[in-house]
């Protein structure tokens, strides 16, 4: 049975950092593109934000977090982290780590739909 659990979110001001984590098992964990997505309050939909491809480890990053996050991923423990920076009220989310197995690129790696596998997420809140 595959799982995927994320750790990490909390409450931390603005300018201040987080790192969160996304264990997984039950799947061949090198040949799975990863990928963070998040959810806001009221929203109904969940957002890219960073993603990592299982062929060539090549990363992917929304406009609204480059150069403020980074996607890692580390295959010998099955975990994909996900390091962010200079947080601001607008990263408070629900965030949720996903995995799936298709042709990934720029464009494939941001849609929902190619994510078989999703995790209960961890929420992230950024005080002003």
């Known amino acids: 049975q595959v799982q995927l659990v994320e750790s990490g979110g909390g409450v931390v001001q603005a300018g201040g950092s987080l790192r969160l984590s996304c264990a997984a098992s039950?799947?061949?964990?090198?040949?799975?593109?990863l990928a963070w997505f998040r959810q806001a309050a009221g929203k109904d939909r969940r957002e890219f934000v960073a993603g990592t491809s299982g062929s060539d480890s090549s990363t992917y990053y929304d406009v609204s977090v480059k150069g403020r996050f980074t996607i890692s991923r580390d295959n010998a423990k099955n975990t994909v982290y996900l390091q962010m920076q200079s947080l601001k009220p607008e990263d408070t989310a629900l965030y949720y780590c996903a995995a799936g197995r298709f042709f990934t690129h720029d464009r494939t790696v941001k849609t929902t739909g190619n994510y078989q596998k999703w995790g209960q997420g961890t929420q992230v809140t950024v005080s002003s």
């Open positions: 039950g799947l061949t964990f090198s040949t799975y593109t």
